[in-house]
């Protein structure tokens, strides 16, 4: 059931209204200016899982600390897939470039997502600061794939072509890889002799493992190294918890944010609405209206504050007094 919740209306409420138009204690109504009224008001359930992961946290202080410096600061590409990250770092001077020529001096922060190798061959011979903020979990992808490409295997990667991470992870595959994205995809995958899987980190656990049983059967001899992130599969199981309690989910994160639309697609694949917004004023009344509880959960580049201001932004439109605009 809803929440009952009784307030003091101080004459905002249309009990008031209706009694003296306005409660402003120049006219004495059956209210006696102060009015007492139960509300109906959603429940908000926020998934256990929230807040930046570990490599979020790292890149935003590390980019902060260089703005800090009072030298120019450049994030190459944005340094996590969240606006309000990037327009807060902009509040700071920090200008976002999509390559190292674009800086003319100072300080050039490399994006959590990693970059190629002669990516930051550019920013050195240009003699520019670097200070790498790439996440510890890409790093060591970008080891295993290296190292499997040194070792002579065809390196299989599942991710996404165009995302930042997958286009830093296949400059350390050499010429010999694969990438796939879905079933449809890897199940086109030829016969091989040596075959070596990776994956971007923000991959389900449960299509990494799919991928793994299906080169078993093509491959005559197969290394897997596992580098899908394990603060996501959290998230992901936090989601698949909090979408067996509501009928509604909304998800907070970027728009081009792969882990937040992983969190998407979850909650939908179990049945649920889930609607995907990167801020309160995308709320729409519709979405949680006569719902008794909604889900609630961020990707791993969101702010908790701009978490709480969903949340109250849903509590205020799904109780029956008026929400401001």
């Known amino acids: 059931m809803k929440q009952p919740r009784t307030r003091s209306c101080g004459g905002s409420l249309r009990c008031c209204r209706a009694t003296c138009t306005a409660c402003t204690g120049t006219i004495r109504c059956a209210c006696e200016t102060q009015c007492s009224t139960t509300l109906d008001v959603v429940e908000v359930l926020l998934a256990r899982?929230?807040?930046?992961?570990f490599g979020v946290k790292k890149a935003v202080e590390l980019t902060e600390a260089a703005a800090e410096?009072?030298?120019?600061?450049?994030?190459?590409?944005?340094?996590v897939h969240n606006p309000k990250i990037s327009q807060r770092l902009a509040a700071r001077?920090?200008?976002?470039?999509?390559?190292?020529?674009?800086?003319?001096?100072g300080i050039v922060v490399i994006r959590a997502h990693g970059?190629?190798?002669?990516?930051?061959?550019?920013?050195?011979?240009?003699?520019?600061?670097?200070?790498?903020?790439?996440?510890?979990?890409?790093l060591r992808a970008q080891r295993f794939t290296k190292q499997l490409a040194d070792e002579g295997y065809t390196v299989i990667l599942l991710g996404t072509p165009d995302h930042p991470e997958v286009v830093g992870l296949v400059a350390y595959a050499g010429d010999n890889y694969r990438i796939v994205e879905t079933e449809e995809q890897w199940k086109k995958l030829p016969k091989m002799k040596r075959a070596g899987v990776v994956s971007q980190s923000t991959q389900p656990p449960w299509a990494f493992t799919a991928l793994v049983a299906h080169v078993a059967t093509i491959a005559q001899e197969m290394k897997v190294y596992n580098t899908v992130c394990p603060v996501t599969v959290k998230r992901q199981v936090a989601a698949s918890e909090l979408a067996q309690q509501v009928k509604t989910i909304i998800v907070v994160g970027g728009k081009n944010s792969a882990n937040t639309r992983e969190l998407v697609n979850l909650a939908r694949m179990q049945g649920r609405d889930a609607y995907h917004i990167?801020?309160?004023?995308?709320?729409q009344p519709s979405w949680v209206r006569g719902q008794e509880r909604v889900g609630l959960i961020g990707g791993c580049?969101?702010?908790?504050?701009?978490?709480?201001?969903?949340?109250?932004?849903?509590e205020a439109l799904g109780s029956t007094e008026p929400v401001p605009a």
């Open 69 to 79: 410096t009072g030298r120019p600061v450049h994030n190459l590409g944005q340094v």
């Open 115 to 138: 970059v190629p190798p002669k990516v930051r061959e550019q920013i050195e011979q240009r003699g520019l600061e670097c200070i790498d903020a790439t996440c510890s979990l890409v």
């Open 93 to 105: 001077g920090v200008k976002i470039i999509n390559d190292p020529a674009d800086a003319a001096e």
């Open 278 to 283: 990167e801020d309160a004023k995308e709320l």
């Open 49 to 53: 899982e929230n807040g930046f992961c």
């Open 301 to 314: 580049s969101t702010p908790m504050d701009t978490l709480i201001e969903v949340k109250e932004r849903i």
